[in-house]
């Protein structure tokens, strides 16, 4: 059906964060050559990956969808979630403002902003396992989810009403995984 998969660990596997590899690239080759089909695919991406991945039933991502077993993975990674926030903000940020299914691509990141926001820990962090808060903070997926959300109010794209998740975002980020010199703490390993 035209969406982007790997050849492994399965044939023909979805990986959340091909989304964020795939859809800055075609976005930037589409502003590039004036070529409206590179466009196209990139909102594509995004609604076919978010069709596959999306879970209705926790409103956010699963990592990753097995076409061969006809199955999602097993975890709610917050890294993956992030990919596909960012990966619509690319596409957003270049993205004519009259460009026809530009608002799907709004009201798919709104609903994922929706949905990671009921997972956000008490410092304003999200959690490596995004629905596990026995996992550890981590610090990657809530950067992603912060500028993003920041990012999506500061062009308009959706209510004002959403700052206090960023706000708490990076109030966290700064009280808890940045350290005094600098380091930045509690990133996951690829």
């Known amino acids: 059906d035209g969406t982007l998969v790997r050849s492994f660990p399965h044939e023909m596997t979805l990986w959340a964060d091909d989304l964020y590899m795939s859809v800055p690239f075609l976005v930037r080759l589409g ?5 409206n089909k590179y466009y196209e695919d990139a909102i594509h991406q995004v609604l076919k990956f978010s069709e596959y991945l999306w879970d209705e039933e926790k409103d956010i991502y699963w990592h990753c969808y097995y076409s061969d077993l006809e199955r999602n993975g097993v975890a ?7 990919w596909i926030m960012l990966a619509q903000v690319h596409l957003l940020n270049i993205l004519p403002e009259d460009y026809p299914k530009r608002d799907l691509v709004i009201k798919n990141l ?5 949905g990671i926001a009921k997972y956000q820990g008490p410092e304003g962090i999200w959690y490596q396992i995004l629905d596990r808060n026995d996992s550890y903070t981590e610090t990657s997926c809530t950067a992603m989810f912060t500028y993003s959300i920041a ?5 308009g ?8 998740i ?4 990076w109030a966290g980020l700064v009280k808890e ?4 010199d600098g380091q930045v703490n509690d990133i996951c390993v690829g």
């Open 76 to 82: 709610h990674w917050g890294r993956c979630n992030g």
């Open 110 to 114: 709104e609903r994922q902003i929706i």
């Open 166 to 169: 960023a706000t708490r975002g």
């Open 31 to 35: 502003r590039l050559t004036g070529d």
């Open 177 to 180: 995984k940045i350290t005094e």
């Open 151 to 155: 990012r999506a109010i500061n062009k």
């Open 157 to 164: 794209w959706i209510d004002k009403r959403y700052a206090s």
